[in-house]
């Protein structure tokens, strides 16, 4: 170590610095400090550095990661439609509920809540099974009790029943390719010229309404992407069972993350 020479400056004591003053200059002899001084950084070659500084300070703080566990709950979130019926679901097929078609306003009105039902009749038998069956009808009653004009300002009843079983279909992939069925057939057999999602989104929005989606970045297991009406009422029984496997497993890694 050098010894201390009493020529140069004495550095051991603290002195004020302007705050503005944010260059500092350190003058050096033979590895000894000699000198020291501040001065305003602006306008010199340095000025490029405290504006990439300020920069940086300026820059929001990135939230922490989200664990996969809690992405997974997210995903159920949206899927069922909260964490309530996330915890609730349970893994039966769907059954027939009882419930008749309601009473309209109008006769009118009457038929063209007939005619829907009949379609979708029509269509579960040919092209799907007597569970989508059910989880079809549940569909037309809940957009009714919704949004009743959905089904009464369409074109036709076949627009209602292509837009219900789009929704219902991808919310259970039952579609190609993760399915085994295609739109094509749906739209054929209602004798649409249009593609049965032309009228699905709408049928979608009765569904879905107001909730705004939950998850926290995009995230989803292996396996069919379902369209997340947040209806579980609606999902059949082989699908419920893949969600509660994701559900279980969630909730484990949780647990285990907070023993």
Known sequence: MYPYDPRYPDFSEPYAVDPADRLTHLVMVDGRLVDVWTEPVSG???????????????????????????????WLDDVCGGRDAVLSLDTQPLVDDGRDLPEAPTSQAQSRLAAVAELLDAVAERWFDVETGHALRRALLTVWEREPEVVLDAATAAHVAGGICWAVGKANALYKPQGGRTMGRIKEA?????TISSYGRVVERALVGYR????????????????????PELLLGEVRQRLVRVRER?????????A
Request: aromatic share 8%; proline share 12%.
């Open 250 to 258: 969630a909730l484990e890694a949780r647990d285990s993350t907070a």
């Open 44 to 74: 010199t070659r340095w000025q490029h550095h405290a504006d990439r500084f300020d920069a940086e300070l300026r820059r929001p703080v990135p939230e922490p990661p989200v664990p996969t566990y809690e992405r997974a709950l997210h």
């Open 190 to 194: 209602l004798a649409l010229s249009v």
């Open 212 to 231: 705004d989606h939950s998850t926290k970045g995009w995230w989803r297991p292996e396996g069919p992407e379902l369209l997340p009406l947040g209806r």
